[in-house]
């Protein structure tokens, strides 16, 4: 849980971010335009061919960054 991420982490406080306050937070707009965040949200900027799909539904959503 968030809590125990913060008490692990020794934090005072601990928030997740949504992937426009991500962008906003390294762009300073919410389009994010230039930095691809593809890892986070799954729209890959180019076609995975069908080996790389293979590979990643292999992996747990559970597992992925």
Do not use: W
């Amino acid at each position: 849980t968030l809590d125990e991420i913060n008490t692990y982490v020794t934090s005072d406080t601990l928030k997740y971010l949504s992937h426009e306050g991500m962008m906003m937070a390294v762009t300073g707009n919410e389009s994010g335009k230039g930095y691809c965040s593809a890892c986070f949200t799954g729209n890959y900027p180019v076609a995975l061919g069908t080996s790389d799909l293979v590979q990643l539904r292999s992996i747990p959503r559970t597992a992925r960054v």
